[in-house]
């Protein structure tokens, strides 16, 4: 190579380096505004969580410190793991997570939690305000706490969301269980629900047209089955059929000598 050839190939080179280089910016964040806690739930086979990761990654994103308490979610098939890569701190110290501004937990607190928290908290939780005692309020009196109860959260469509979610969840689920049961596996009758061409679907009979009879119903008949639904609210049975889409699903009132042909 010539070196008139090599000069010119070393000038061009040269000119590359001090060029305009491409820069990775860090993308802002506000400053921390909350401190939210999740504890781990204590009561009888509740295995729920109050936030998956992907929620506490929003929540962490937007300027706010996350606080799980450790195994949290284990039940849930959530380890620790997965909410520390979305930025959660893990704690050890059931108190720490207590002392949050916010502590987000899906079962009630007791009575001893209720003594772990500060004046002026807010608690979002199922409170159960039917069942709830004396006591217990004034215990949530005295401290002063916010609590907003799941069950009463409304939406935009004033729609209780919480507790329309988890009919929905119930109304499908109770439909796989009952089909997991009816199969040889676990000592049923070996049979499915349907979809078969020349075989005569399972008759799958619900009681109530609410949220979780109509999602069973969307499930059974997703499946293959003969659905027949039962209420006492003709309202209610209308709009199960308009939302189902579906006019020849079999809807009656609650009367005892249809119900025992069913």
């Known amino acids: 190579m010539s070196t008139g050839l090599r000069d010119g190939i070393a000038a061009i080179a040269q000119q590359g380096l001090i060029q305009t280089q491409e820069s990775l910016q860090e993308v802002p964040v506000r400053k921390n505004d909350l401190s ?87 608690l979002l939780s199922s409170l159960q305000t039917g069942t709830m005692k004396e006591p217990y309020l004034k215990a949530l009196m005295e401290k002063k706490i916010n609590a907003l109860c799941f069950e009463h959260l409304r939406d935009e469509g004033n729609v209780l969301s919480v507790v329309r979610a988890m009919g929905e969840i119930v109304g499908s689920t109770s439909i796989l269980i009952a089909a997991e049961y009816l199969s040889n596996v676990t000592g049923g009758k070996g049979l499915m629900l349907g979809g078969f061409t020349g075989v005569p679907p399972t008759e799958v009979v619900i009681l109530g047209a609410g949220t979780v009879g109509e999602y069973a119903a969307r499930t059974a008949l997703a499946l293959g089955a003969e659905v027949k639904v039962f209420d006492n609210s003709i309202f209610r049975l209308r709009r199960l059929q308009n939302n189902l889409g579906n006019s020849r699903i079999f809807t009656s009132v609650m009367q005892p000598i249809v119900m025992r042909k069913a």
């Open 36 to 122: 939210i806690g999740i504890p781990k739930e204590t009561s009888f086979q509740e295995n729920r969580i109050g936030l998956t990761p992907l929620s506490v990654g929003l929540l962490v994103h937007n300027g706010h410190q996350v606080l799980i308490e450790s195994g949290a979610g284990n039940n849930a098939n959530f380890m620790d793991a997965d909410y520390a890569e979305q930025g959660a701190r893990i704690c050890f110290n059931t108190k720490e997570v207590f002392e949050c501004d916010v502590l987000v937990k899906v079962a009630p607190p007791t009575l001893s939690e209720i003594k772990m928290m500060h004046k002026g908290q807010t």
